[in-house]
């Protein structure tokens, strides 16, 4: 997949951050990292106007797809994730300065409890403002369209829109309508990167102490590629980390062209379950289930479900993944998700506030910490 | 009136003098020097360039009525009239749909009271283009319209009962099916080609196999029943081997190719921007050129342009829920010159046949697509083959703004345009004299084509 081999290089700042005295440095938890990220410190409550200046860095200016990261720049955001969260450790206060005056906005066109709310926490625990604007209850649902809420939103001078939407597409559409950082927080059946930056996150720390790469990790994912954003993030990202991907799916749930992606693909569970060093589950959407796609739940679930007998398979370091919100009993059961050793569900959730904090902090240049 | 075109080349062929009168070619003789030259009203300096008898498009969206701020027929016109067009068919997908002979009339009264280029209306095949009942097909052939041509674009006529049905009625007027070849079950919310494309950017797929299973059922209703079946904006490598095949067995079946299939293909959609969005969608490279092969060949009969404006705030949207279309009119000689001639696929004799001769032919236009020779109705365009032009979406005539060949460099210019002996269009600008209708759509872009003049 071209996006994967040859991903643009994020323009770097020729003045890297990483030796700055930084007049907002406060009292750092962890002395010891230094953030890289856009040098210039813009005074606060500029917003547009600082929110364009924030085009370089290792993310460019928006973060759309998993594929707009090449390796390098997903090892430094993961490291940015770590050092972020090391800073807040042990904290009384949960929260950075390092966006203090930017504005952040949320633009959820679908409901997400989770991702909206990891966004927020995210923002907030970087001192940004942070204004969600929900489907339900705005103009969004009464009609307005997505270019004139953007242009509403750009003329209140967003640093920042995180958008949720329901049509694959919307995150790249927005980008021609406003000047601020465009955050991709799923579109449609397409991506869903901070997702995909979490997951890797999550592996790291499990299976790589929370260093470097994937090099060489085997990642089986399981279910419903076809309409799953979740899936297509992780592709692109996990092999621009080094992971081998491996779907598993029936026949009806892969995306045509599934062929040219960098991944392998198999339709049998078990097959695929003794060699796999991460194995994540994705959700199957209820209106699937009526869709024809497969017999019925039950069917799906004995072919696909990951029950206590398919963890058997795993060898033993490995991990089991779920993006949530999960059907238990349906692609997982409640004992595997609950599985300590192996279950990562939880912690999945805590490490999406860290890495949407670093994306945040690198794409809107935040000052040192 | 009378005009005398100088020292331009028929076909591509020896240059000629060609003089113009009551509408008709009255001589043509090998181009002469200045003072041999017949006297006439109106002189168009054809030395250099190429004429072609007047294009004919058997597929144009005019919006009218229901949708006058994306297009008039008016306004449609003077795209047509300005991208070599001397007739067009206008499909019946208005509010209300042409599905009677009282709205057919109306599309064919304004066609006529603009004068830009004859406007022939297409008839709904069924009542609303809602696929379960015939409308009255006769009524519409009677009109004043003489409507000859039917089709339910935009939507398939996928009852396999009532296409056959409709195929079997038009045969007592020698009219024809235009089918939009889409099995509607298999292409339940399609956004793009289903391919590699569709699958990366999580668009649901528009496979191939929709439309290759309608025209493979098509054909063989066509040649039970003996009718004539034209097959819309074919898309695909498969159905080119479809249609060949049933050619090659003698079934009475034509078919149309797009501009934009001969150019363009669908990573465009990476952008996700909707100006790309189109139905039948773009297709793979593989499939464009197997469309160049066929049109070459004659497996597939003409181009037509599926001219689709659509207004703004229905194409600055979520592709999702843009409105599939694109303008072809006063780019669709320049990218089949870009696409045919300068790869050696089509010489200008075939450009004829393919842009004029086949679809006024397919659609029954009598007084079209004719020969260059004395007695023959004056209806032509002079090109200049080698000028190149910018396309500049504002610049263009049409109501709407959704060309796909924005900021693009083709070939191909249209000089003159003449109806019937009227020129209706020349160095970019609407001809003289035509009512107000056309004044106002003219009005609306002083600087009409003026792009292109400025680059020859």
């Known amino acids: 997949m071209s996006r994967v081999d040859a991903p643009a290089a994020p323009a770097r700042s020729p003045a890297r951050a990483d030796h700055r005295a930084s007049p907002s440095v406060v009292d750092r938890a962890s002395a010891d990292v230094a953030i890289p990220g856009e040098p210039q410190v813009p005074p606060a409550g500029t917003g547009i106007a600082s929110a364009a200046s924030a085009t370089a860095g290792p993310l460019g200016r928006h973060l759309l797809s998993a594929g707009d990261l090449n390796r390098s720049a997903a090892v430094e955001l993961l490291d940015t994730a770590e050092q972020l969260d090391r800073a807040l450790a042990g904290r009384e206060v949960k929260k950075l300065p390092t966006l203090r005056g930017r504005t952040v906005v949320n633009l959820f066109y679908e409901d997400s409890t989770r991702t909206r709310t990891s966004f927020e926490l995210a923002a907030k625990r970087l001192s940004a403002d942070v204004v969600t604007f929900s489907a339900k209850g705005s103009s969004v649902s009464k009609g307005e369209s997505l270019k004139d809420t953007a242009l509403t939103l750009e003329a209140m001078g967003a640093d920042a829109v995180v958008v949720r939407h329901s049509y694959s597409g919307a995150a790249v559409r927005l980008t021609n309508w406003v000047r601020g950082s465009v955050v991709n927080a799923g579109d449609g059946t397409h991506e869903h990167p901070t997702q995909a930056l979490l997951d890797a996150f999550t592996i790291r720390r499990r299976l790589r102490a929370g260093q470097g790469n994937l090099d060489g990790l085997r990642v089986t994912i399981v279910g419903d590629v076809l309409h799953s954003r979740v899936a297509r993030s992780n592709a692109l990202l996990l092999t621009t980390l080094g992971a081998e991907v491996h779907f598993v799916a029936p026949p009806t749930l892969l995306p045509a062209g599934i062929e040219t992606w960098p991944v392998t693909v198999g339709y049998d569970l078990d097959a695929a379950l003794p060699d796999a060093d991460v194995v994540m589950m994705l959700r199957v959407q209820h209106e699937r289930m009526s869709g024809g796609f497969f017999p019925s739940a039950r069917e799906y679930s004995r072919r696909y479900g990951l029950d206590a007998r398919r963890v058997g398979l795993l060898p033993e370091p490995a991990i089991v993944m779920h993006p949530g919100p999960m059907n238990r009993g349906m692609e997982i059961a409640a004992e595997v998700a609950d599985d300590p050793h192996r279950s990562t569900i939880v912690e999945q959730v805590s490490n999406g506030v860290s890495v949407r904090m670093a994306v945040l902090y690198l794409l809107l240049g935040g000052a040192d910490l | ?456």
């Open chain 2, 1 to 456: 009136m009378s005009v005398l075109i100088t020292g331009a080349r028929p076909y591509g062929e020896d240059a000629v003098d060609v003089l113009i009168e009551d509408g008709r070619i009255a001589a043509l003789t090998p181009a002469a020097g200045g003072n041999d030259r017949p006297e006439a009203d109106e002189v168009i300096d054809g030395a250099g360039l190429v004429l072609l008898p007047g294009l004919v498009d058997l597929h144009v969206h005019l919006r009218e009525p229901g949708r006058e701020d994306a297009e008039t027929v008016a306004t449609g016109s003077a795209a047509a009239a300005l991208g070599g067009f001397t007739a067009v068919f206008a499909m019946p997908n208005t509010d209300p749909a042409a599905d009677t002979a009282g709205v057919v009339e109306q599309v064919w009264r304004l066609g006529r009271e603009t004068g830009l280029v004859d406007v022939q209306p297409i008839g709904a095949v069924t009542v609303g283009r809602e696929g379960t009942r015939l409308a009255e097909l006769g009524a519409m052939a009677d009109s004043a319209a003489h409507v000859r041509v039917f089709s339910d674009d935009g939507f398939c006529v996928a009852d396999p009962a009532l296409m056959r049905r409709a195929l079997e009625y038009v045969k007592a007027f020698d009219g024809v099916i235009a089918q939009h070849a889409e099995e509607p079950r298999l292409t339940v919310g399609a956004q793009l080609n289903e391919g590699a494309v569709s699958g990366r950017l999580g668009l649901t797929g528009w496979p191939g196999v929709a439309e290759e299973a309608i025209i493979a059922r098509d054909v063989l209703l066509a040649g039970h029943v003996g009718s004539r079946l034209h097959v819309c904006h074919v898309s695909t490598a498969g159905s080119v081997d479809i249609l060949r095949a049933a050619k090659a067995a003698g079934l009475p079946v034509t078919a149309e190719v797009t501009p934009h299939h001969l150019l363009l293909t669908d990573d465009l959609a990476e952008s996700y921007d909707p100006v790309f969005k189109v139905n039948p969608p773009l297709r793979t490279a593989a499939d464009v050129a197997a469309l160049r092969a066929g049109l070459a060949e004659g497996v597939l009969d003409c181009v037509a342009t599926d001219h689709a404006p659509h207004a703004a705030e229905d194409k600055e949207t979520e592709w999702a829920v843009a409105l599939p279309g694109m303008l072809g009119l006063q780019t669709a000689l320049s990218v089949v010159i870009e696409t045919m001639v300068r790869s050696g696929s089509l010489d200008w004799r075939g450009v004829a046949e393919r842009m004029s001769g086949a679809p006024a032919r397919i659609g029954g236009l009598s007084g079209h697509g004719r020969p260059i020779a004395v007695g023959e109705p004056a209806n032509l365009v002079v090109v200049d083959p080698s000028a190149e032009w910018m396309v500049e979406p504002s610049r263009l005539a049409s109501r709407s703004r959704n060309t796909p060949f924005a900021g693009r460099r083709l070939p191909g210019v249209v000089v003159a345009t003449l109806l019937r002996g009227t020129i209706t269009a020349r160095n970019g600008q609407v001809g003289p004299g035509f009512g107000p209708l056309a004044t106002s759509a003219v009005a609306k872009s002083p600087e009409v084509g003026a792009g292109a003049v400025a680059l020859r």
